[in-house]
C-alpha cells in the first residue's frame, strides 16, 4: 500500500524565516494531496489542499509544491511567527475510490522563535 | 463549518477493560473515519464507515472494533484494552464527493495501565 514519508520530524527556524517540510509517496496513482496544521491539544486543521493537475499553489505565506515525477509534496511558510508553531501533517489519497481514505506522513514538529 | 465532538476527552483504563471511544458529527456526512495518533507514526487509519451500518477496515484494525449506529455517531471499542492501545484518538467526518475535505475532532486521549 501507499507509503509516505515525512521530514523533518523536528524543526525550528526564528521569527521572520522560511519552515520548510517535504513529503514523499510511493504510488503513482496518488492524486489528492493535503496539509494539516495541529495545534498543541486540538484536531487537524486543513492548511492546503493540491490535486495532481496543480504543480504549485500560493496562499497566505504558504506556498505547495508537487512534484508528480519525484512523487514529492512539500510545503513552505514563509516568514515564519510564533503562531505557526505546531505540528503539520501531509496527507495523501488515490484517485480510485475518490478521495475517501488517506495516508498520512509522520508529521513535523515546527516551533517558530520569537 | 463541520462540527465534530469527541467523548470522553481524556479516558484511563486497565489492562483487560472495556472502552466506547464516541464521535458524532452535526453536518450530515457520509464518511466518518477513527485514527489514531502515536509519536513516530502520524494518524493511523483504524476504521472507517460510509453510512448507517456499514464498516470498512482501515490500516490498523487490530484489537478494534466499530460500529456506526446513525449518520450521525460512531463509535469505537476497545473490549480487551492493551498498554500498546495508549495512544491519541482522533475521530473525522467527510462528504462523500470528490475533493471534499475531512474535518476533524479534538481527539480522545487514551491510557491503559
Known amino acids: 500500500g501507499e507509503q509516505v514519508e515525512q521530514r523533518p520530524p523536528h524543526l525550528s527556524v526564528r521569527e521572520g524565516d522560511s519552515a520548510f517540510i517535504i513529503c514523499t509517496y510511493t504510488?503513482?496513482?496518488?492524486?489528492?494531496f493535503y496539509w494539516y496544521k495541529q495545534e498543541p491539544g486540538a484536531g487537524l486543521q486543513l492548511l492546503m489542499s493540491?490535486?495532481?493537475?496543480?504543480d504549485r499553489k500560493e496562499e497566505q505565506g504558504l506556498t505547495v509544491l508537487l512534484n508528480k515525477k519525484d512523487k514529492r509534496l512539500s510545503l513552505n511558510l514563509t516568514a515564519a511567527h510564533p503562531g505557526d508553531s505546531a505540528v503539520y501533517f501531509c496527507a495523501v489519497a488515490m484517485a480510485t475510490g475518490g478521495n475517501n481514505k488517506l495516508t498520512f506522513g509522520q508529521g513535523t514538529v515546527l516551533s517558530v522563535i520569537p | 463549518e463541520a462540527a465534530v465532538t469527541q467523548s470522553p476527552r481524556n479516558k484511563v483504563t486497565v489492562t483487560g477493560g472495556n472502552v466506547t471511544l464516541s464521535c458524532r458529527q452535526t453536518?450530515?456526512?457520509?464518511?466518518m473515519y477513527w485514527y489514531r495518533q502515536d509519536t513516530g507514526h502520524g494518524l493511523r487509519l483504524i476504521h472507517y464507515?460510509?453510512?448507517?451500518?456499514?464498516?470498512q477496515i482501515g490500516d490498523v484494525p487490530d484489537g478494534y472494533k466499530a460500529t456506526r449506529t446513525t449518520q450521525e455517531d460512531f463509535f469505537l471499542l476497545l473490549e480487551l484494552a492493551s498498554p500498546s492501545q495508549t495512544s491519541l484518538y482522533f475521530c473525522?467526518?467527510?462528504?462523500?464527493?470528490?475533493?471534499?475535505?475531512?474535518?476533524f475532532g479534538p481527539g480522545t486521549r487514551l491510557t491503559v495501565l
Open positions: 453536518n450530515s456526512h457520509n464518511y
Open positions: 493540491v490535486f495532481s493537475n496543480v
Open positions: 504510488d503513482s496513482a496518488t492524486a489528492y
Open positions: 473525522a467526518s467527510k462528504q462523500g464527493r470528490n475533493y471534499a475535505e475531512q474535518f
Open positions: 464507515s460510509y453510512g448507517a451500518g456499514n464498516l
